[in-house]
């Protein structure tokens, strides 16, 4: 059973620019998460996708934004990137309502900045 | 505005004692804790958790106490083992932010052998 995936795992862009980043939840899931964790930070929360609609958002710009298709995979866009978006974007599943314990991460995608 | 702070950036324990991490929180209204570990290059995994209607929760070698008095939190690992080095994140949330979690800055703990 495979669990959280995101793609690419490393990513190299500059400023200015626009990235995708994707995920694919744990079997079962049907919400993602999405985090940005900056060096030497934790992970902060960035919005949350349920039934192919932002639900939650927390406190980043309109530039941050995403999808969930159908079959619950997630897209997380930024635009006009910024040094300081430099960070591991982390990508976090559950189903529905869960206990937060059920929620899962993946490895993350790193991405820099130039 | 830091809701939940890890004042310590790192922990360096000998095998075999007890390791203590710490976290403090301002936010009254975060009814639910918990801790995830995170090794390099993975994601975090949950390790505990604990509700505000309890103040201890105990699962084998972890235990996470909690003080709202204080609105602080701490994990203990008993024995340390060198296997538990890594970054150890607590996180915080409560019933209307559903699963959205508030984390804190981490604490690096290295478990010497």
């Known amino acids: 059973d495979a669990g959280v995936t995101q793609s690419p795992t490393h990513l190299i862009k500059t400023r200015g620019q626009q990235v995708t980043l994707r995920c694919s939840p744990k079997?079962?899931?049907?919400?993602v998460s999405w985090y940005q964790q900056a060096l030497g930070q934790g992970p902060q929360f960035i919005f949350q996708?349920?039934?192919?609609?932002?639900?939650q958002r927390g406190n980043f710009p309109d530039r941050f934004s995403g999808h969930q298709f159908p079959n619950y995979s997630s897209e997380l866009n930024v635009n006009a990137l910024l040094l300081g978006d430099s960070a591991l974007y982390l990508c976090?599943?559950?189903?529905?309502?869960?206990?937060?314990?059920?929620?899962?991460f993946g490895s993350g995608t790193q991405l820099s900045v130039l | 505005d830091q809701q939940v702070k890890q004042n310590s950036p790192s922990l360096s324990v000998q095998e075999g004692r007890i390791s203590i991490l710490n976290c403090d929180y301002t936010?009254?209204?975060?009814?639910?804790f918990l801790w995830y570990k995170k090794y390099p290059a993975e994601g975090p995994t949950f390790l505990i958790s604990?509700?505000?209607?309890?103040d201890k929760n105990e699962d084998g070698r972890f235990t996470v106490f909690l003080n709202k008095s204080a609105k602080h939190l701490s994990l203990h690992i008993v024995p340390s083992q060198p296997g538990d080095s890594a970054v150890y994140f607590c996180?915080?949330?409560?019933?209307?932010?559903?699963?959205?979690?508030?984390f804190g800055a981490g604490t690096i703990l290295r478990v010497k052998s």
């Open positions: 976090a599943s559950s189903f529905g309502d869960e206990l937060n314990e059920k929620l899962f």
């Open positions: 079997s079962g899931h049907d919400t």
């Open positions: 996708y349920y039934e192919e609609e932002e639900r």
């Open positions: 936010n009254s209204m975060f009814d639910y």
């Open positions: 604990i509700s505000s209607i309890k």
């Open positions: 996180a915080a949330s409560y019933m209307e932010y559903g699963n959205k979690l508030v």
